[in-house]
T-cell receptor
Framework: GIQVEQSPPDLILQEGANSTLRCNFS?????LQWFHQNPWGQLINLFY???GTKQNGRLSATTVATERYSLLYISSSQTTDSGVYFC??????????FGAGTILRVKS | DADVTQTPRNRITKTGKRIMLECSQT?????MYWYRQDPGLGLRLIYY???????NKGEISDGYSVSRQAQAKFSLSLESAIPNQTALYFC???????????FGSGTRLTVV
């Protein structure tokens, strides 16, 4: 099945800093989503982005489907951005496959 | 009301007990899924259903069963709970194809 790799596994930022999270996948996809899991465990859908670029406030995402990767940009980070960021993809079989996540800690 | 509702939110149960986790949705989606998350890991698929009469095993279905009572309801059962089934369980729905998934708030299950 498709493999999803996220990097870095851990990231510590000072409040106000910018960051880039990466998601590599091993096969073509027809669905890619970025999620933020907050400290209470809730999964929040950030972007549905199988290709192209989207922006939502301080967050933006770009997927280059032909090169099998996606990037999540966080600008001017805040402590509330802390948590785990997951990339998840669907390839062919309509089953969402998750990467292991990036743990982000933003310090004030 | 949430689009995807899971009950209970938290549950502590004893080894060997049967427990059911429930999921209901108002999205009108045909496809529903159960995922499990262990600490420090991503989510793994337990079971999925593409309609009321279609139920399929995911990558970690052993020890679990499901019931699709209606388009809007999909329940996960642990017939005889064991401690390594302690995890955070998520229900999700999708319209299929190239549409996104919507997740519930999760059920935190502890088996002692």
């Amino acid at each position: 099945g498709i493999q999803v790799e996220q990097s870095p596994p851990d990231l510590i930022l000072q409040e106000g800093a910018n960051s880039t999270l990466r998601c590599n996948f091993s096969d073509s996809v027809n669905n890619l989503q970025w999620f933020h899991q907050n400290p209470w465990g809730q999964l929040i859908n950030l972007f549905y982005i199988p290709s192209g670029t989207k922006q939502n406030g301080r967050l933006s995402a770009t997927t280059v489907a032909t090169e099998r990767y996606s990037l999540l940009y966080i600008s001017s980070s805040q402590t509330t951005d802390s948590g785990v960021y997951f990339c998840a993809v669907v390839s062919g079989g309509n089953k969402l496959v998750f990467g292991a996540g990036t743990i982000l800690r933003v310090k004030s | 009301d949430a689009d995807v509702t899971q009950t209970p939110r938290n549950r502590i149960t004893k080894t060997g007990k049967r427990i059911m986790l429930e999921c209901s949705q108002t999205k009108g989606h045909d496809r529903m899924y159960w995922y499990r998350q262990d600490p420090g890991l991503g989510l793994r698929l337990i079971y999925y259903s593409f309609d009321v009469k279609d139920i399929n095993k995911g990558e970690i279905s052993d020890g679990y069963s499901v019931s699709r009572q209606a388009q809007a309801k999909f329940s996960l059962s642990l017939e005889s709970a064991i401690p390594n089934q302690t995890a955070l369980y998520f229900c999700a729905t999708s319209a299929g194809g190239s549409y996104g998934y919507t997740f519930g708030s999760g059920t935190r299950l502890t088996v002692v």
